[in-house]
């Protein structure tokens, strides 16, 4: 079976490259891009939304990507049951156009971080995280400036009753604490999913560790679970 991944490139977009080699040439998958300006997304499995600074990440991050016009397709496409993952400047699309809760407010102190942190998996039972090992803590790097995920205390409840966080940043032995939280994130939240589990934003970039030449290869671990899910449909 042949998964088919669509990148989706906003002006603006600077991983949308890692993110097709990745699913192009390291996963050996169907791949190719998706200007922001296509409306039609029917032959897709998974669609990526990459990151960067769409728009110039004018008004707020994510803003403005979500009035394009690809982005009406992408929610067809996922309300539909296709597999969306937004990475970083994607996940912040994703909320702002209500695909996820919540909102993705400047880091703590206030500074772009760019460093590698640790996050652990918090439910393995998702498209997106099905193939990590249990129990192993991923090394992935980050690269934002608005990386600090918030929400009401009503839908973090929510989120925490319906496994909905798949990932929490944590230190390199597991623990999660106020330490190991790079951006000041409520609950320490790395990456969260939507109900239905077809949809998953994370800030780390997993695109960016898949290859040992790359320092890791944990990032694999996300393409490995969006293959296995699709191809056990």
């Given at each position: 079976?042949?998964i088919?991944?669509?990148?989706v490139?906003?002006?603006?977009?600077?991983?949308d490259?890692?993110?097709?080699h990745?699913?192009a040439?390291?996963m050996?998958?169907e791949s190719r891009?998706?200007?922001?300006?296509e409306?039609?997304?029917?032959?897709?499995d998974?669609l990526?939304?990459?990151?960067g600074?769409?728009?110039?990440?004018?008004?707020r991050?994510?803003?403005i990507?979500r009035?394009?016009?690809v982005?009406q397709s992408?929610?067809d496409?996922?309300?539909?049951?296709?597999?969306?993952?937004g990475?970083c400047?994607?996940?912040?699309i994703?909320?702002e156009?209500?695909l996820?809760p919540?909102?993705?407010l400047?880091n703590?102190n206030?500074?772009f971080?760019?460093k590698?942190?640790h996050?652990r998996c918090?439910?393995y039972?998702?498209?997106?995280?099905?193939?990590?090992?249990?129990d192993?803590?991923?090394t992935l790097?980050?690269?934002?400036?608005?990386g600090?995920?918030y929400?009401?205390?009503?839908?973090l409840?929510s989120?925490?009753?319906?496994?909905?966080?798949v990932?929490?940043?944590?230190?390199?032995?597991?623990?999660?604490?106020?330490?190991?939280?790079?951006?000041?994130s409520?609950?320490n939240i790395?990456g969260?999913?939507?109900?239905n589990?077809?949809?998953?934003g994370?800030?780390?970039h997993p695109?960016?560790?898949?290859?040992p030449?790359?320092?890791?290869t944990?990032g694999k671990?996300?393409?490995?679970?969006?293959i296995?899910?699709?191809?056990?449909?």
């Amino acid at each position: 079976m042949s998964i088919r991944f669509g990148v989706v490139v906003f002006p603006g977009s600077n991983c949308d490259h890692d993110a097709y080699h990745a699913a192009a040439h390291v996963m050996d998958a169907e791949s190719r891009f998706v200007w922001h300006k296509e409306t039609h997304l029917d032959n897709f499995d998974v669609l990526i939304l990459p990151g960067g600074f769409s728009y110039g990440d004018y008004l707020r991050s994510g803003a403005i990507a979500r009035f394009s016009p690809v982005m009406q397709s992408v929610i067809d496409f996922a309300n539909k049951g296709g597999h969306v993952i937004g990475i970083c400047n994607g996940f912040q699309i994703l909320v702002e156009c209500g695909l996820l809760p919540g909102v993705l407010l400047k880091n703590q102190n206030l500074r772009f971080i760019c460093k590698n942190i640790h996050i652990r998996c918090e439910n393995y039972d998702t498209p997106f995280s099905n193939a990590i090992p249990k129990d192993q803590v991923l090394t992935l790097p980050i690269a934002h400036g608005e990386g600090n995920y918030y929400t009401d205390s009503d839908t973090l409840k929510s989120l925490e009753d319906n496994n909905q966080i798949v990932f929490r940043y944590c230190n390199k032995n597991g623990n999660v604490n106020e330490e190991s939280n790079p951006n000041g994130s409520l609950a320490n939240i790395a990456g969260i999913c939507n109900t239905n589990r077809n949809i998953l934003g994370m800030m780390p970039h997993p695109e960016r560790v898949v290859e040992p030449e790359l320092g890791s290869t944990d990032g694999k671990f996300i393409f490995d679970s969006i293959i296995r899910a699709i191809e056990a449909v």
